[in-house]
């Protein structure tokens, strides 16, 4: 089979042909449709950041796919062969404490497809049965790839009610904007955005925004609080820029909440005191989704066109024009949304 | 009357001879029975940090307190000369949207009695009839000006169910060791505190922690680790101390709560992506208490002796020896709990 | 001035000239704009059910009503003359456990407006400003009466969260159709109604039901868990017939939650062990609306137009023409939604 | 091996030697150490109410076991020979909505171990791994068959928080027993237990309720209203007896919750307007305990003592003296708690 590999310490990766995987009795071999570019895609790509020290190579990335079951090992129950199917990228253990209490996004024997074990740009992949996503039909073929990340914007989104209340996103990536999307899904409003990059601006405009803001508007703060009348009910922290989550504590109204989804690339300066404790914010760390619960919330939303989110993906190429794809993500122009490899679609 | 006041700028405070204070219509002429010195009457006392930009001089300060009505305003309800009470010292606007949405404790309007108002440290003081809270007797006479910082505990410790969990309190002052005690009334195991002060993790044991670390001990995390199976199910940071966070957010597990309670001396550096993201960490501001809930808690735990909070009660003055209460509370040492003055308790 | 009162047992009421009423100091004066019928104002109308035993004649009635302020009590606050409220009808005395625990819509104290006091069908009425909704300005004006019903439907759909959930709603008078629309805003899918009266029926399709059955239909609950894959996330009961609530019972899913708004006539049968118990549902029960929360909610489903009311207001009268408004709302065919009497409109 | 059997419809039992069962990939075989009997054995052993058209005969019963795994099936992980297990009696199948949402114990497909499948009244039996619960240690191997019905018990207790809030049982079998204490354990006072057996209202009284009330007392609510100052908290209706839903519905506090565990022999007549919509009440469904939410919890409780259920375990024989056993629980005096089959406990 074809698939994307990081070979050899240092920036790119090499397309490859290699087996097909062997499967375990508790997995799926399943043939990969579609995968779209994480961020987190890009230091593995660029050999930088955390990638030198977690990644062993080589080995396939790649953790947003979906595809069709091409065989299934003896241990696994309800799918079989033709199931189509998205993958959750976080292999839990089932087992732990986290896992058996409704928190099996921080199992404590955590493993991500695509950075611990092999991922899904390839044409085939094998993911344990238990991280497969069953879908009904084939309506989300197009999307496929898109419930993983998509989970992480709904979990950041609603992981507490937002009807009625006001919510500002901070960073307008596909993860805030798709967070845009979510937000309004539940109810929220005014749903105001905050990003820099003009394309995305407007992304951010047609995926609902009521307002978008620029971080490099002096009054930003002030714009804000007036149009929140104080502070917003729900803060949604999608950059990891150090400055936003400073704004985004700023910003948050007394007694509300900052959902903490984006990595900064370093420690930061908080105001614990003035920001966190006087303020009396709950701050909520959004590491993946909620498996399943996020996912039956995303899958109704996708189906009922509740969040569309077919205009966040901006570019889709063939696995072998790779290059092309991170070079659109590794822009600084930021001139794209959601890149997805079209690897082995079915007709 | 006689009350002690901070009349200028400086150290220290005098004690003086004023008029009883003249009520609102809608408050309330307390004579005072008891009061405790907070850790925050600390800087006003001893003109630091925070105090000197914040008081308006001359001011009587203290903020927790109970009495009996000796007066009551012509537009309060349900108070009749002779109740005794106890204090929020929140004073709460109750018409904002926070108010109106059971968040009192962070008003938009928020002023704190004893510091942007006339306090307790007096034979008398005015308080709003809505920051009364109405005692059904006079069981709770001796223990009357601690159940606005035991309701801070017990907000603290108790703000998620904590029935068959760890907790780890950090910091035995006497905000921790009522935390020790209200997490045990909770029913959580085990209960692990960590504190430097002999005397203090002398208290923390007599307050029910099942174990008492030092944070000078190199192998504090480790010790934490094992004795919750990987990470405590919920941290109660009650010191402020910058080193006391950072142990917070290492020894809470993934998926976790950590309460905000203490006040850092300045800003602090955060491992934001790997302690609050990765993590899946809730970290929940702790600002007072939420008026009324966490006070029919607290009074009910205090009336069923789940929390008896006399063992914290390690001194107590008439007014007249307010400097060694003071000085007993500056005493690097540590060798103290709480200091009550007993001002004009009825027999 | 002119109002609508109850003087004597038996069916009708009498539009009298009374006296503007003197307000107590904790009250305001609202000189009333428009007032709408509630369905427990038919008993009161028709001398029926439980009206004779609680009623103390004479008295004005309507509890469903805005205005603006003409006058205010020395004890209030916040409030002037001229400022546009809507009226909560549910008196609670602000004092007691539940008060104080956010859940004064069950207030140990409760009294009704219009039922327990003078009410609102009058050109003047008096209202203890502690239940005055002040709206910022007057945009919501022509719906004004209708935020009291509202809140109903809000709180009784939006009590849990039903982003991408399944909601079913038995019933579509006024109540039911507010709850498709509150279901709707807050991100249900797919909202199914059952409703037998064709005018209604067609009502509950424009408030946005997404399929309406017929109760009569002797499939209604096979099409239901058909459409809802094996049983409803939420029913919300809003008719309190009997055969409704037997349905709802049926109809929701082992695991999900009912809300039992409508008033039976009398006792129901209940399948306890299977419906309750094997089935681990909630049933919430819902007495009025959370005091203030579901205000604010309200108020911003209004505002941003997620929410509009206007198809349910079928009908409008002078109060002259009450008999006209009472006979719509009696009328077996049910060709109506709310009926509003327009009393003192400002232009 | 040794097995207690239906083997034909009418009253009792019969002892039979059975071989071995042969396990499922995904199946534990476990040597049973203990098992007990519950409410709902009664109904088979007798062959009355709802067990001659549910069980398929011949059939091994019994569903609360604890043990040695003595095999474990390929498809198996986590388990090896000699662990010591508990069984959670409620076979979910792990796929289902609810069972990906977090509520196994309502799973779609549900089926009960010794109920639809062959049980633990025998030397051996099989249970599919992901209803086994592994024990680090021996340590509670003497009440290794009581933790699924504590389950229940903590569940219906603990399923909203109880910490200082007032708690009425409703009768005190062995799972009423259970749940005065998993209320204490989580802070609840005071505790009030009815129950009309004289052993079982001594037995009440030594697992921690503050007070004891017969049902037969014609002040009964009058008291339990004096004692709650108006009302339960909570209610944990335990008995299913018609009489004990009816006190509960009225005795739970407006705004107050109650948990219906207890099964009715029929249907129910309900004052669905007054005591659930006018109150504001919260009914909660108990069936079974929250897998696996709950177990970590009643591991913890039995773990650090704040829940010791020995006193309740009245009696105790070996397998063969089974009718001695039925006997005892079928008593109209009712004078046991919980009666336990020591099987092949392990030295």
């Known amino acids: 089979m074809l698939a994307l590999a990081k070979t050899k310490p240092g920036p790119g990766a090499d397309l490859l042909r290699l087996e097909v995987p062997r499967i375990a009795p508790d997995e799926l071999l399943v043939k990969v449709e579609r995968a779209s570019i ?44 033709g199931d189509f199917i998205s993958v959750e990228s976080h292999i839990y253990c089932g087992l732990c404490a986290q896992c058996r209490n409704g928190q099996r996004h921080v199992c404590r024997d955590l493993r991500i497809i695509g950075i611990d074990t ?24 197009q999307v496929g790839s898109l419930l993983e990340p998509i989970g992480n914007a709904v979990y950041a989104a609603l992981c507490e009610e937002v009807v009625g209340r006001s919510v500002l996103v901070l960073g307008c990536g596909p993860q805030g904007l798709f967070a845009i999307s979510a937000a309004k899904a539940g ?21 609902g925004a009521d307002v978008v803001l620029s971080p490099a508007d002096p009054d930003v703060l002030k714009k804000i609080e007036r149009l929140t ?9 999608m950059s990891g820029a150090p400055a936003a989550v400073a704004l985004g504590l700023k910003a948050v109204r007394s007694g509300g909440r900052l959902s903490a989804f984006g990595i900064p690339p370093r420690e930061l300066s908080v105001d614990w005191a003035n920001d966190v404790v006087f303020k009396g914010v709950r701050i909520m760390g959004i590491a993946g989704r909620e498996v399943f619960k996020t996912w039956y919330t995303t899958d109704a939303l996708l189906r009922s066109k509740a969040l569309d ?14 290059k092309q794809g991170f070079a659109v993500m590794n822009a600084k122009a930021k001139n794209c949304g959601k890149v997805v490899f079209e690897i082995g679609a079915a007709r």
């Open 118 to 141: 092999a991922g899904g740009f390839g044409e085939y992949a094998r993911v344990p049965a238990r991280c497969a996503w069953k879908h009904k039909d084939r309506s989300l073929a």
């Open 38 to 81: 994480c961020g987190s895609d890009l230091p593995i790509y660029n050999w930088s950041a955390w990638a030198p020290t977690r990644l062993k190579l080589p080995t396939v990335f790649g953790h947003e796919f979906c595809g069709t079951v091409a065989e299934t090992g003896p241990a696994t129950r309800d799918f079989k062969k």
């Open 187 to 207: 109810g929220a409003k005014p749903v105001i955005a905050v990003e820099g990059a003009p394309f995305r601006m407007r992304l951010a405009k047609k995926m």
């Open 229 to 237: 009348e104080g502070g917003a009910d729900a803060v949604l922290e």
């Open 309 to 322: 989110p077919r205009p966040v993906v901006t570019h889709s190429f063939p696995l072998k024009r790779f």
